[in-house]
């Protein structure tokens, strides 16, 4: 994948030069770029980025919220720090870019028909069938059998491993719903990949241990993935005041995620509760 994600880091760089004044780009100001990046990032991501995610099943979902973590932030917020923001190795390169939280199917359509609204799936999930474990997963779960390198990849995509979160993530979101181990997170470790690789998480990542406007995060979005598209975006703050990043979410539509990240796959995110100007830390 070095080939495709160099192209996107030079693209996102290209792009960061017109936004870096850039608390304060418009739409308009950005429209002509906009068609160049959806462009030169799609073909620069290629078959190698498509083809973990061509390979995931759907079943009777609409679409896909992409969880991703800005860790320095999640950690930063957190009273009791899980493992991987109290151990130095395993926040090492965690700072370069988003990591993975989780992919989570939307309500499928055999719960809905069985009288689960939105709210009781995003809560219990596939624990909805299979009632969750007593104790902690990294107990009640077996590890997750992986490709070798597939498993070093989530690895670094997803500090949480440390915590299980990997076995949570799948247990909850995933098991009920006939997607494999392997295509699953294939799946994430790509999409996650694909989004540090543009203009947006270069943005992000450039601007850490600084302050932008949330207004600036949203023209960065759309810079890299289309006009209009930060409707598909939704940004998580914790601390006071709601100014520290902890997390984006991103919407994509499950029958598109083969065509990510171009603008037609992505959906309407609620929107979240960040203050209008926005911190993004860094680790010591």
């Known amino acids: 994948m070095g080939g495709w994600r160099h192209l996107g880091r030079g693209l996102a760089l290209a792009l960061l030069a017109s936004l870096a ?6 739409g308009a100001q950005a429209s002509g770029a906009v068609e160049d990046a959806q462009a ?3 073909q620069a991501s290629g078959e190698e980025q498509n083809a973990p995610l061509a390979a995931l099943p759907v079943e009777g979902f609409d679409h896909y919220t992409l969880a991703l973590t ?5 950690c930063a917020s957190r009273s009791r720090p899980p493992r991987e923001c109290r151990e130095p190795a395993l926040a090492e390169g965690a700072d370069r870019g988003f990591v993975l939280h989780g992919l989570w199917p939307s309500l499928p359509e055999r719960f809905a028909e069985r009288g689960v609204d939105r709210r009781r799936w995003w809560r219990d999930g596939c624990f909805l069938e ?8 990294c107990r009640a779960h077996p590890p997750l059998d992986l490709p070798a390198g597939l498993s070093r ?7 949480g491993r440390a915590s299980c979160l990997d ?9 009920c719903l006939a997607l494999p181990e392997a295509a699953y997170f294939a799946a994430s470790v790509a999409l996650v990949e694909a989004v540090n690789e543009s203009a947006f998480g270069a943005f992000v990542t450039l601007n850490q241990g ?5 207004n600036a995060l949203i023209d960065a979005f759309e810079a890299a993935f289309g006009e209009q598209t930060g409707r598909a975006l939704r940004l998580s703050c914790g601390g006071r005041g709601n100014r520290l990043l902890t997390e984006v979410r991103i919407g994509i539509a499950a029958d598109r995620l083969a065509s990510f990240p171009a603008a037609e796959s992505l959906v309407r995110q609620p929107r979240g509760r960040c203050a209008t100007r926005v911190r993004i830390v860094s680790f010591d």
């Open 167 to 175: 076995r949570y993530q799948y247990a909850k979101h995933a098991a």
């Open 70 to 74: 800005w860790h320095p932030g999640f």
């Open 153 to 159: 990849r989530l690895e670094a995509a997803m500090p």
């Open 40 to 42: 030169s990032f799609a």
């Open 210 to 214: 600084g302050e932008v406007a949330r």
């Open 21 to 26: 004044a850039a608390s304060a780009v418009s």
């Open 130 to 137: 299979t009632p969750r474990a007593d104790g902690g997963f």
